[in-house]
Nanobody, 122 residues
Framework: QVQLVESGGGLVQAGGSLSLSCAAS????????MAWFRQAPGKEREFVAN????????YYADFVQGRFTISRDNAKNTVWLQMTNLKPEDTAVYYC???????????????WGPGTQVTIYS
């Protein structure tokens, strides 16, 4: 069983930056496909970024447009999402997720953290 705990959310002015972290236990992040999703009020949960278990390659949603970077620290068993040039439409609860397989759809992921709130004001 994998446990995930996110941290780093907060209230930031548009154009600012935030760094989210996801601490994993129960398995090593390098053996998992790790991902970030987000869910805004009234909207479905959507894929933000993932880093694959087999080769460590990262993929991003189109709306990221080079503003976010996902990375993993195997020594700390932690995955990061560094976000820059934040926009009000980035406001959402951000979730960390893990799977032993590959994918980017929410139902491909078996393990989820409780989420962390990110609020961007203009």
């Amino acid at each position: 069983q994998v446990q995930l705990v996110e941290s780093g959310g907060g209230l930031v002015q548009a154009g600012g930056s935030l760094s989210l972290s996801c601490a994993a236990s129960g398995d090593t992040v390098s053996d998992l496909t790790m991902a970030w999703f987000r869910q805004a009020p009234g909207k479905e949960r959507e894929f933000v970024a993932n880093v694959l278990r087999n080769n460590g390659r990262a993929y991003y949603a189109d709306f990221v447009q080079g503003r976010f970077t996902i990375s993993r620290d195997n020594a700390k068993n932690t995955v990061w999402l560094q976000m820059t040039n934040l926009k009000p439409e980035d406001t959402a609860v951000y979730y960390c997720a893990a799977t032993g397989f590959l994918g980017r759809a929410p139902d491909a992921f078996d393990f989820w953290g409780p989420g962390t709130q990110v609020t961007i004001y203009s």
